[in-house]
């Protein structure tokens, strides 16, 4: 056996052909542990035409072969990539994963809706932000926070706490709006960029005070 041998794959019913150096590239990831030329692990099932069978998403695994191949992930949509992420983690491909997260990053924002008051004629704006910004904190919290938390200077119940869910009010894709409304909160005066990143902060600090008191 040497680095340069080929390799028949079986993935998923589609079939891939590499060479045993391709699939080593991660040193640490699964795959090279399967077909590093002393693994004691057996890479997987053989099948009759002397292809190893991986019972894994052929779709994904061609982008991971690529991938491997040359440095490069390929340009490719939101819902790929986070079927890719499930595939690079099975296989646990951190440079991959690393690439994977940093993209997501860019691409799962939140969208908040706010109106201004202008001179009696109301004016919409659209602010977005990273989701990685609020470092964790559950959407279901900025989404009560925004909408509920400063409404009537407190005088709901349910501002008490931002950290339960209100009702059936979630916010599951980055396409949703959460509203906001400055004219009614005690930063009125604040720009929404302002408001935000007041709101974001006090949420973060709130989420990581909880995590000390665990």
Known sequence: MSFNDVIELNVGGKRFVTTRQTLLKEPQSVLAK?????????????LKDGSYFIDRDPKSFEI??????????????????K????EAS????????????ERLDTLE?????????SGGQPEEFY?????????????HVIVN???????????SSLSKDPFQPIGTHFVTTHDDNI?????????????????????????VAEMKKRKQQK
């Open 34 to 46: 399967m077909f590093e030329i002393d693994s004691p692990i057996q890479p997987a099932a053989m």
């Open 64 to 81: 991971i072969l690529n991938f491997l191949r040359n440095d490069e992930l390929a340009d490719i949509s939101k819902t790929e990539l």
């Open 83 to 86: 079927s890719l992420k499930i």
């Open 90 to 101: 099975y296989f646990m491909l951190e440079n991959l994963l690393s690439i994977i997260n």
């Open 109 to 117: 924002v939140y969208r908040f809706r706010g109106c201004y008051n």
């Open 127 to 139: 602010y977005y932000v990273r989701k990685s910004y609020f470092e964790g904190v559950p959407l």
């Open 145 to 155: 926070f925004f909408t509920h938390r400063w409404i009537g200077a407190f005088r």
């Open 179 to 203: 509203n906001i409304n400055p004219n009614y909160n005690i930063y009125e005066q604040k720009e929404p960029k302002q408001y935000i990143e007041l709101g974001r902060n006090f949420l």
